[in-house]
C-alpha cells in the first residue's frame, strides 16, 4: 500500500512539470551546452554529509536543445569526457568543467525510426575501456543489450533471471567488472513489505551471449532503491541510490554505499556500509548516474548526473566528488572472516 501511495504520488508530481515543458514549448533542434555553477555550502556542512568524499564543484547543465535531460546513465570516456545517456535512448557526450574542452556531441542510441519508449528506456551504462563497447541495462525489456563505440550494432538479451523484474522498476544499475564479470542490481524491492533488499545478479562474463548469472540479494539502504554503480581502482563498488523526499514539488535525497563484491556468494545477501548522504543543504536533485575517474595522486573522481524527470521543478546537475579510497570504510570484520574461511 505505501509503495503504491508513493506510485501515486510520484505521478502527480511528474505530471504538473511535463505538461508545462512539453505542452509550453515546440520542439528545438539547437544544440549547445552550458554550465552554470552552484553555490555550496560551507566545507564543514558538506563534510557531515558527504563524509570521505570532497564536494569540489557541482552545476546545474542547461541546453536549449529540447532533447536534452533525463540523463539516467554515466559512463567516462578517455581525454577526461564523459557520456550521459538519458531514459529516451539519447547521448550526449561532453568535456566537465576542469577538463580539456571539446565541443560536446549528441546521439541516440537506436536509429530514430527505431525509438519507442519500450526500447530505449537506458538505465545504466558500463563500457570496457579496451575496447570501448558500451552494454546498456534497459527497463521495461528487462534486458542488457551490447553496442559499439558509436552505437552503430547492437546485440540484445533478456535474461530468464531478470524476466520477473517489474516492468518499470527492473535493472537500474550494471557495471563490468575489471575480471570481466558484469554485476546487475533490481530497483525494485523484492516484496510488497521490503525496504532494504533487492533482486541481484553477477554474471560470470557478456551477459549478451547468454551465459547463466548467480542470483543473490543486494542489502541497500532503508527506503531507498540503487540507480547506478562503479568499481574502484582497488575492486570495492560504489553505490549511488535515491528516493523520493518530497512529492510535490519533488524533492529526492541519495545515498552513496560501498561493497566489495569478494563477498558475493550465492543465495546470499551482499552486505553494503553507507558512505555518504546527498540531501540538503547540498544541491541535490534525482541523481541516477555515478562514473569513477582514478587520478594520478591515487585518488579518484567521483561524477554524478541526475535525471530531471522532463519536470520543470527539476534540474540537470552535475557533480564532481574527489575521493581518497583509503579513507572509506574497511569490510566488515565477519565478511572479512568468512572470505578467509572460503
Known sequence: MRRAVLALLLFVGLVPGTFLLERGEPWN???SLHFEPLKLPPRAERAASLGPFDLVGAWAM???YSGFGGYSALVPLPGERLMAISDSGRVLTFSPPGAPQLAPERGTVLPEARRRKFDVDVEAATRDPATGTIWLAREYLNAIS???PQFHTMVNQQPPAMRQWGDNSGPEALTRLADGRFLVLCE???GTF???EHAALLFPGDPVKGVAPLRFTFDGSTGYSPTDMAQLPDGRVLILMRRLAWPLPLRFAGRILIADPA???????WR???VAKLEAPLPVDNFEGLAIVPRADGKVTVWLISDKNAAATQRTLLWKLVLDPARLPPMRKRQARKKARD
Request: aromatic share 12%; proline share 8%; glycine share 8%.
Open 29 to 31: 533542434d539547437a544544440f
Open 62 to 64: 542547461q541546453s536549449p
Open 146 to 148: 551490447r553496442h559499439d
Open 188 to 190: 525494485g524491492f523484492t
Open 194 to 196: 521490503e525496504w532494504r
Open 263 to 269: 563477498t558475493i556468494r550465492p543465495g546470499a545477501v
Open 272 to 274: 553494503t556500509r553507507e
